[in-house]
């Protein structure tokens, strides 16, 4: 038996995790163009392991672009969030401060990294 099939809807999770390199990449090499859809992967997961639809790619993005850029801050907080809340349900250790530290990372120009650092946890949820 794999590790955590005993919990149900375990085995469609594993579907939630990626590979942080090869993402990375795509969104380096698609001018950060890929990124559009990793976000909207992480979106996809993070509402599924909720059991709510926290998060909308499409109002996401229209909002993104009528504030310039300045929705994608609040939005970094809340997907930071959302990964804690879900490890503190599953009695996993959470990343102190994840949701500030994706706030920073976007407002010193590295969102990139938040969503790494977003993925990995996501994909330790589902491991």
């Excluded at 955590?4 to 990449?25: F, K, M, T």
């Excluded at 990343?95 to 706030?103: A, E, K, M, T, Y």
Aim: hydrophobic share 50%; net charge neutral.
């Amino acid at each position: 038996m794999m590790p955590g099939a005993d919990r149900p809807g375990a085995l469609d999770e594993r579907r939630h995790r990626v590979s942080v390199p090869l993402y990375l990449v795509l969104t380096i090499l698609t001018a950060f163009l890929f990124d559009l859809y990793w976000n909207y992967r992480q979106m996809v997961a993070c509402n599924e392991l909720l059991g709510r639809r926290e998060f909308r790619w499409i109002v996401w993005f229209l909002l993104c672009i009528l504030t310039c850029g300045l929705y994608h801050f609040y939005y970094q907080y809340q997907m930071g969030a959302a990964i804690v809340e879900i490890q503190e349900r599953r009695g996993l250790p959470s990343v102190d401060g994840l949701p500030v530290l994706s706030v920073l990372a976007a407002l010193l120009g590295v969102g990139i990294v938040a969503d790494c650092i977003h993925q990995l946890e996501i994909n330790k949820i589902v491991a």
